[in-house]
């Protein structure tokens, strides 16, 4: 209809008697225009149901066809309600999962509800047709499923209805830990699963579906049991767990304990006297740079443990024949401590002697 009051418009009344199923054109009414879309008639029988119906031609053909098919999707399409979906998780504990069905006119409200309750922010869904009592079942796919924890059902279930909060909460997990590497995310996919339907012009070509704009719920290819299809599907992420840091050689070293005469007292001995000559003498030592780097971040503030943990490094990754004494007090002298390699070369015949060897 073009904007504005076209008076020369024509109304007609279509009835349904209580207990008749068929629309019928009720004739010899009298409208009265009052304003612009409100109008005043009086009729002669008691009906169940009316519809008042505008058109710009009394006798067009069209009309005809529409007496009968109108009427059944109005009253198709008052049952059924605009909704759509919202799946968040918590802020802080991502593992939960909220999803919430609301009518699509409340999203917003429902949003800031969400919010404030500290779930993340996400988009919603498509609009979807729904009934009240319609059965919704999520299922999962990608790399992330729901964390049954015991729990025998094996998917997410909801009786929509539009005057009450239709919601559920459940808890998610990563399927394969090593999934998605490039990702700080593991990524799936929630499918919704609900009555399939569509609300199409009266007189289309395709009668039954109606033309493809106006169809809703639109079939996306999957079926999870009898008469639910798959209607929608929404994206969820789950933030990747920081992985625990390799240890510290300190954090082991009283486990592995050297055989030989380097022992870790020794290494304790040395490290508290180096202070910052460490890190060069790692470096005469042949000790990785990276591994350098790894145990300055370990210990930022405490220069005796880096120590330590350098020599205990470098002890560790040589063979058990290595002549490790003569190569440490080597690398002493270079870099400027030959009073450590001195003490060092006492302290090591000290120890032959004590054992008996010459």
């Known amino acids: 209809m073009e904007e504005g009051d076209n008076g020369d418009d024509f109304l007609h009344l279509l009835g349904q008697a209580e207990g008749e199923e068929s629309w019928a054109e009720v004739m010899g009414v009298r409208f009265r225009q009052n304003k612009k879309g409100l109008v005043t008639f009086e009729m002669s029988e008691l009906l169940g149901k009316f519809i008042v119906l505008r058109t710009a031609d009394p006798a067009a053909e069209q009309f005809q ?118 990702s700080p995310c593991y990524r799936g996919m929630v499918r919704f699963y609900g009555t399939r339907r569509h609300v199409g012009r009266p007189g289309g070509e395709d009668a039954d579906r109606g033309p493809p704009d106006v169809i809703k719920n639109a079939f996306l290819g999957d079926t999870v049991e009898d008469g639910l299809d798959s209607i929608c599907k929404l994206p969820v992420t789950l933030p990747k767990r920081e992985r625990d840091p390799p240890r510290p050689p300190s954090a082991y070293r009283k486990l592995i304990e050297s055989q030989g005469p380097l022992v870790n007292d020794w290494l304790q001995w040395l490290a508290s006297e180096l202070d910052e000559d460490w890190d060069l003498l790692g470096h005469h030592l042949r000790v990785k ?5 790894h145990i300055k971040r ?47 070369r006492e302290r090591y015949s000290d120890h032959r002697k004590k054992n008996g060897k010459a």
């Open 298 to 344: 370990n210990n930022p503030d405490d220069m005796q443990q880096q120590a330590f943990d350098m020599l205990y490094s470098w002890r560790k990754s040589l063979p058990a024949a290595t002549d490790k004494i003569g190569k440490l007090c080597r690398a002493l002298s270079r870099v400027g401590r030959r009073d450590l390699a001195e003490e060092l």
């Open 289 to 293: 740079r990276s591994r350098l780097q």
């Open 65 to 182: 066809s529409l007496t009968e098919t109108l009427p059944r999707m109005l009253e198709t399409s008052l049952t059924l309600t605009d909704a759509r979906l919202l799946l968040r998780t918590k802020t802080g504990d991502p593992e939960r999962a909220v999803v919430r069905c609301v009518p699509a006119r409340d999203v917003r409200e429902a949003e800031m509800q969400l919010d404030a309750a500290g779930y993340e922010e996400a988009e919603p869904s498509k609009e979807v047709l729904l009934k009240d009592g319609d059965q919704l079942v999520l299922k999962f796919s990608g790399n992330v499923a729901r964390d049954t924890d015991g729990d025998s059902r094996d998917s997410v279930r909801l009786t929509f209805y539009s005057q009450r909060r239709t919601q559920a909460h459940f808890y998610i997990k990563e399927v394969n830990e090593f999934g998605n590497y490039s």
